[in-house]
């Protein structure tokens, strides 16, 4: 178990923290943010993780009760203005910096576009909190599926579609830490690995 006092930030290293960091990055608000993480990982509320709430803690998006987080995490990330909305500039922002007088590159454009075809459904110009969670939380994407396609992909030497015992021992390190492994556990568990 972790206990919940290891997200607790010792407040002498504030002396770290620069109120107005050129790059945008603050600890202070990285603390608030984490502790509010923790708890809304902290199903039973005691302060001490399990660890499964220490999972929902570090990858939030694998669990159901942890997505409004994903959400509200990622509008306050993109969200510059903090109009509680994601314009189409602020979507652009968080992947594309434009510089000086050169052309967007094609694949631009084609977000844009996507912004405005599909992530903008009630198309008012701007995503609401439903409409981020489309977005970067689908329903109809299956996080366990994409993650042992991963696995095989980075692991099948000879790209058969199958996996021998030499290839996972060969890519140790890429089993040992997905979650599909339970983090390496299910290599321990099981023979046939």
Do not use: C
């Not at 290891?6 to 050129?22: E, G, I, T, V």
């Not at 500039?89 to 094609?106: F, K, L, R, V």
């Not at 030497?157 to 199958?162: A, E, H, R, T, V």
Request: charged share 40%; no cysteine.
């Amino acid at each position: 178990m972790f206990s919940g006092s290891l997200l607790r930030f010792n407040l002498n290293f504030y002396f770290l923290d620069d109120p107005d960091p050129d790059d945008g990055f603050n600890y202070k608000q990285m603390m608030v943010r984490d502790e509010r993480r923790f708890k809304m990982a902290d199903k039973d509320g005691d302060l001490i993780a399990t660890k499964e709430e220490f999972t929902a803690f570090l990858h939030p998006e694998e669990y159901d009760y942890m997505k409004d987080i994903v959400v509200q995490e990622t509008m306050e990330d993109i969200d510059k203005n903090a109009d509680g909305f994601i314009d189409l500039e602020e979507y652009i922002g968080d992947m594309y910096s434009h510089d000086g007088n050169a052309d967007e590159p094609e694949w631009v454009k084609t977000e844009r576009e996507q912004f405005v075809e599909f992530r903008d459904k009630n198309r008012d110009g701007k995503m609401d909190k439903e409409e981020t969670k489309d977005w970067i939380l689908p329903s109809d994407y299956d996080h366990a599926e994409a993650e042992a396609r991963h696995l095989v992909y980075e692991s099948d030497q000879n790209k058969d579609g199958k996996l021998t015992k030499e290839e996972i021992v060969d890519k140790y390190d890429l089993f040992v830490g997905s979650q599909a492994t339970d983090f390496g556990e299910a290599l321990v568990r099981h023979d046939e690995f």
